[in-house]
């Protein structure tokens, strides 16, 4: 009995100091090692940590990235290209922490991971028609000249001469009339309001004021209308005259590995 219970706790204390070696303290005096630059120590303490077969994924990746990063720093990057591999074959999504390991190795890390992504198979997710939404939406087609318009701001309906001749020359020539009217009347009325300020004689103040307001009158009909011409010009253009042709785009809603992917087809 007393061999029976001597193999016994021998094999309890076995079990015990194994899991030890894969608790935490095991992983800290790990990352003591490595912080020591004991590169070498830090190599044969992971390997048997990892031969223990009782890490769990997260323990996995934490020893493999001290040995990978410890190959690296003895310029081994045959053997620390493996064990980054072996860190994403756990966990493709993985990164190096930037605060304990410089940029080269990460830089290093990334190559790795990228050929790493790229060789991985496709993964075919499977679409039922309840699952794929199609909507048909409107959106404008900038591809046509913008030129027309720059030209209708400038000249409010010129822009229309090679969609409408006739009402392009009707729109310049009220915009011309109107603004070559304004023009002449805003002048004619700053010439008026002076010899009315300036008029001292009771007689003649009234008949200087009734030129002034004539004056007055028509150079903001003749603002007013130009300014509608042009206002009504640039919106005659872009909406009505076929400026922006509207045409039709599909927007597709498919489930993937992330979530709902949205596709919109022009």
């Known amino acids: 009995m007393k061999i029976v219970a001597i193999l016994f706790s021998a094999f309890v204390l076995a079990n015990f100091a194994l899991f030890a070696q894969i608790g935490p303290a095991a992983i800290a005096d790990l990352n003591e090692q490595y912080r020591n630059f004991e590169y070498e120590n830090v190599i044969q303490r992971s390997a048997v940590l990892l031969d223990s077969n009782k890490a769990t994924q997260s323990d996995s990746i934490v020893i493999l990235d001290l040995r990978a990063a410890s190959w690296y720093s003895l310029n081994r990057l045959i053997e620390s290209s493996r064990d980054y591999v072996s860190i994403l074959k756990i966990n493709r999504f993985h990164n190096l922490d930037?605060?304990?390991?410089?940029?080269?190795?990460?830089?290093?890390?990334?190559?790795?991971?990228?050929?790493?992504?790229?060789?991985?198979?496709?993964?075919?997710?499977?679409?039922?028609?309840?699952?794929?939404?199609i909507v048909t939406m409107v959106y404008p087609d900038f591809s046509v000249e913008?030129?027309?318009?720059?030209?209708?701001?400038?000249?409010?309906?010129?822009?229309?001469?090679?969609?409408?001749?006739?009402?392009?020359?009707?729109?310049?020539?009220?915009?011309?009339?109107?603004?070559?009217?304004?023009?002449?009347?805003?002048?004619?009325?700053?010439?008026?309001?002076?010899?009315?300020?300036?008029?001292?004689?009771?007689?003649?103040?009234?008949?200087?004021?009734?030129?002034?307001?004539?004056?007055?009158?028509?150079?903001?009909?003749?603002?007013?209308?130009?300014?509608a011409t042009w206002l009504y010009t640039q919106i005659d253009l872009i909406f009505f005259s076929g400026l922006f042709e509207p045409d039709n785009s599909r927007l597709t809603l498919v489930p993937d590995l992330r979530g709902i992917n949205l596709r919109v087809n022009f």
């Open 146 to 227: 913008r030129g027309d318009l720059v030209k209708s701001i400038l000249l409010p309906g010129l822009g229309h001469f090679d969609r409408d001749r006739t009402k392009s020359w009707i729109l310049m020539g009220i915009s011309a009339l109107s603004l070559a009217s304004a023009v002449v009347f805003s002048l004619e009325a700053a010439n008026s309001e002076k010899e009315y300020l300036n008029e001292f004689d009771p007689l003649k103040i009234e008949d200087r004021y009734a030129v002034f307001n004539r004056y007055y009158n028509l150079r903001n009909i003749s603002w007013g209308l130009f300014a």
């Open 98 to 133: 930037p605060v304990t390991r410089s940029p080269k190795l990460i830089a290093f890390f990334d190559e790795i991971k990228a050929d790493f992504i790229s060789k991985l198979p496709p993964v075919d997710v499977p679409v039922s028609r309840d699952t794929v939404q």
